[in-house]
């Protein structure tokens, strides 16, 4: 069941038999051929592709699972990146958590569909009702369907989805392999929240853990840092950025720059917590840039994630011309 991901040696405390660990997902070469496809069609009418990973992995704690560790992420920044991205002229991959947010719908996730319906004057009596969108509750949805059926006519994004750590792994590792055949006008957009834990499938109890047998201890292995074989191995010449998320700011930035340090890729997005939606700072090894949502951005409803992209999309082009010259 379980077979190879060639990690290298993490930097942590190794994981044993780490590569026999990580379940492969059933379809992993099927959606490998439909990226490479994907970024292939755009890379060659000149578009450039940007791969966004998106949401928590799921960390199952028996192999029947009932029980599992989970991250917190909802995959709002990962959903709403993609879309300005797209808008900025990017293919995307969206590998993306099972029921996360998504593009297009991810404003509309905190309302009930059926507060958003209504019936017609005529349909309310009738024997067939005619259902419409309430537009008191939806005001924008005509302005979003519209961008939503171009991207889906124009084939702009192709989401993936994951559920576990072992899916989001093998999952990464065929995204990066698909998209070395683009070089630098690959993009990755590190954003899911991934486990650092997991418990190896050979000490994995098969059955639901039982109450009866007193508190549960749980000892769970490091998982390596797949950024690292990404950079230098799966797609070398890609632009690479990945995340830093903590909850005490005083430890941030030096976190972000010894990632940098360790793992030789592009840049980091740095986030606190609880100030993730109005406050980051971009920083690669030549700088560090502050993005802020004032009170007048946050009035019009601008969105941080508008600012990260166009932040990347602008270093993206630079790193071209770089690797050009
Ligand atoms: O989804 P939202 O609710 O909108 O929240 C967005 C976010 C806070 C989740 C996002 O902005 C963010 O910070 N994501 C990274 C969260 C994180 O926990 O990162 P980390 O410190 O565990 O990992 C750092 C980087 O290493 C990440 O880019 C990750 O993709 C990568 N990583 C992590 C684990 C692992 N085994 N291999 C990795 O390569």
Redesign the pocket.
Known sequence: MFRGLNFPQPTCPPAPHVKEEFAVPSHVEEVKESMAAFAGHHAASGRRVVLI???GTKVPLESRTVRFLDNF??????ASSAEYFIESGYAVIFLHRHRSLYPYTHMFATINMLDALKFTNEGASSNSPEVVVNQQVLPNIAKVLKQYQKVKESKLLLPIEFSTLSDYLHLLKAAAQALSTIGSKAMFY?????S?FYIPASEMPEHKIQSSNGPLQLSMNM?????SPLVKDWAPQAFVI????ETDATILLEKAQR?LETYRHQAV?A?VLDS?RGYVVVVTPKSQDELILTEDDERNEVEIEDRIVSNLTSAHTKFITQQRS
């Open positions: 990973t998106s949401g992420s909802s995959g709002r920044r990962g590190l954003a899911a929240a991934v650092d998982v390596p840092k797949i950024l990945s995340f830093k998320l990632a997005v986030n993730r």
